[in-house]
């Protein structure tokens, strides 16, 4: 066992499973946490996925001011630049497509047979966050902390506050927290009415065009968030931890993508069954995605951390997640942490799965649009809201210099797997729901 | 019809009950569980915290946030970011 840092108060995991309660997560460099002194965390993130889909770089640095009694600031900056395409949730076609930018200003092809993404995507982001914790006295804890981040087209902020009550000897935590959001969304060319049509160049005038696209336009938008989340962390014995946390996330406003689009099929019988419908001016017809402007959603989560005699840790959790669209999941994650005497390997495995939500549709058929008056209100092929698997696999390896300064590496893998309405005619000719995969690697130095 | 079984309101009062059923058993059942002052020693090692590395946690929350239609549990959900 490598017990080096005998003697810190179970207080202090007990306040670190506070901090972790808070959106904005602490560092809780626990080991340092002297106080007086600045203990920080910084990482570079390198994300890919595969067929040159969403690349991303992504720089963090955290810093926590240890204070007297327990007290702790915590600053965080994380910063990311977003690159390459992102599906758009048309269908694959058996004749080349066409499709108009975000900002109406150019269009982008898509081959026979390959998967519509658009490739316009690209943008920065820069996110700060600040957190601060303190006990109240012997027997409650408070943390309050802020969060800003800003992309092109979103702004976002929240405030946060938590309240915990030690009990049992503190071998008990009780905590309750509420986080405050407003968001901005600006989309590029504005935002689309949902369930519109997209307007595309062919056979029209760019005057014809323009009034067209400035017809499918509305302002920007906003969206509000309220989450409130209830914990428990109960100490079980010397070897393990446990939480329990109940959330609740209500947000409202604008939830819609403002980038996704679902494709119309011809359902009539004849050459064309199963193909794009043509619409009047002789052009495919796609409809901007529309969601619901409000979601409620529940989970659960669990999380245990089990110390073995040989002082390997492992740490298992499970979540479950239900809301209002129809859509429930279950997350399983596991890691063990198998210290060596300096260093430390951790294989990482997580499973993911969820149900789709009731108004996903991976296309609209030609009934359904009904010559632009669709019966429906709310249509999304965003193929995050179907019913989707995803497996992650992963390790990491840390070397620790002393009590204070840690070097790390740790590369995940991950796939996601759809399934669903497998559609009908020319349809079936093509792969619906490919896989994603993903693979990040991120390099940490603590001091 | 799943909309209906699982309505908000009801969701909610499960949710409330759920709450008040743990908040007793962290008053009353839990206190035969957890360890004295002087058995604290493995509970205290950074390795046993809930959250080992807040960067980590982070950075995956929000790949896993831009990636599927679930986030939040272990802490807040949050908003932010249209990311795809």
Redesign the interface.
């Known amino acids: 066992?490598q017990?080096n840092?005998?003697?810190?108060?179970?207080g202090?995991?007990l306040a670190?499973?506070t901090?972790?309660?808070?959106?904005?997560?602490?560092?809780?460099?626990?080991?340092k946490g002297n106080p007086g002194e600045w203990d920080v965390?910084?990482?570079l993130?390198v994300?890919a996925e595969s067929d040159s889909r969403?690349n991303a770089i992504?720089p963090?640095i955290?810093a926590t001011r240890n204070f007297d009694g327990e007290r702790q600031l915590?600053l965080?900056l994380?910063a990311d630049t977003?690159t390459g395409a992102?599906?758009s949730g048309a269908t694959p076609s058996d004749l080349p497509q066409t499709f108009t930018s975000p900002s109406g200003s150019g269009s982008y092809s898509i081959a026979p047979g390959e998967a519509p993404l658009d490739d316009t995507?690209k943008?920065t982001?820069v996110?700060l966050s600040a957190a601060w914790s303190a006990p109240i006295n012997r027997d409650y804890a408070y943390s309050v902390g802020g969060?800003a981040?800003r992309?092109y087209?979103?702004f976002?902020t929240?405030l946060?506050g938590s309240l915990s009550r030690y009990?049992?000897?503190k071998?008990?935590t009780?905590t309750g927290?509420l986080?405050l959001?407003m968001?901005l969304?600006d989309?590029v060319g504005g935002a689309p009415v949902g369930l519109s049509r997209m307007p595309l160049r062919d056979g029209k005038t760019e005057a014809e065009f323009d009034q067209e696209f400035t017809a499918t336009r509305e302002s920007d938008d906003s969206?509000a968030?309220v989450?409130a989340?209830?914990g428990?962390?109960?100490?079980?014995?010397?070897?393990t931890?446990m939480?329990?946390?109940?959330?609740?996330?209500y947000?409202s406003g604008y939830l819609t993508?403002?980038?996704k689009l679902l494709s119309v099929i011809d359902d009539a019988s004849g050459a064309n069954y199963g193909g794009n419908l043509i619409g009047a001016d002789g052009n495919p017809v796609y409809l901007y995605e529309n969601r619901p402007d409000s979601r409620?959603?529940?989970?659960?989560?669990w999380?245990t951390?089990y110390?073995l005699t040989n002082g390997d840790?492992v740490?298992g959790?499970y979540?479950f997640?239900?809301?209002?669209?129809?859509?429930s999941?279950h997350?399983v994650d596991l890691k063990y942490?198998w210290?060596l005497a300096n260093s430390?390997l951790e294989p990482h495995f997580r499973y993911?799965m969820?149900s789709e939500?009731?108004f996903y549709k991976r296309y609209l058929t030609a009934t359904e649009y009904n010559n632009g008056a669709p019966a429906l209100t709310e249509a999304s092929a965003d193929y995050?809201?179907g019913e989707?698997t995803?497996l992650t696999l992963g390790a990491?390896w840390g070397y620790r210099f002393d009590e204070d300064r840690e070097l790390?590496i740790?590369a995940?893998y991950?796939i996601?797997s759809n399934d669903g309405d497998e559609g009908f005619g020319q349809l079936t000719n093509h792969d619906l729901y490919p896989d994603?995969d993903?693979m990040?690697v991120?390099l940490?130095y603590s001091f | 019809m799943?909309?209906n079984t699982?309505?908000?309101a009801r969701?909610?009062r499960l949710?409330g009950t759920?709450?008040v059923m743990?908040?007793a058993?962290?008053?009353t059942g839990?206190?035969n569980?957890?360890?004295?002052?002087w058995?604290?020693?493995?509970?205290?090692?950074?390795?046993?915290?809930?959250?080992?590395?807040?960067?980590?946690?982070?950075?995956?929350?929000?790949?896993?946030f831009s990636?599927?239609?679930?986030s939040?549990?272990?802490?807040?959900?949050?908003?932010?970011?249209?990311?795809?």
């Not at chain 1, 409620?296 to 989560?301: C, E, N, R, S, V």
């Not at chain 2, 569980?33 to 002052?37: R, W």
Request: proline share 4%; with cysteine; net charge negative.
């Open positions: 066992m017990l840092n005998t003697g810190k108060p179970v202090r995991a670190a499973a901090c972790a309660l808070l959106g904005v997560q602490a560092t809780n460099t626990q080991a965390e910084t990482a993130l994300y969403v992504e963090v955290s915590n965080k994380v977003l992102s599906p995507f943008d982001r996110a969060y981040s992309e087209d979103y976002s929240a946060n009990l049992n000897n071998n008990t009780l927290g986080s959001g968001d969304i989309p969206k968030l989450d989340l209830f428990v962390t109960q100490v079980i014995n010397r070897q931890l939480q329990f946390n109940y959330a609740v996330s947000s993508d403002p980038y409620l959603k529940h989970a659960l989560y999380q951390k110390m840790v740490d959790s979540r997640m239900i809301d209002d669209w129809g859509i999941s997350t942490r210290r430390y993911y969820q939500a009731d995050r809201l989707l995803g990491k790390a740790r995940e991950m996601q994603t993903a990040w991120q940490s | 799943p909309d699982w309505t908000p969701l909610l949710a759920a709450l743990a908040s058993l962290a008053a839990c206190s569980l957890g360890v004295k002052p058995e604290r020693d493995l509970l205290a090692d950074p390795d046993m915290q809930l959250t080992v590395s807040g960067v980590d946690a982070g950075l995956d929350d929000h790949i896993y990636k599927e239609a679930t939040g549990g272990r802490g807040f959900g949050g908003g932010g970011c249209g990311c795809n």
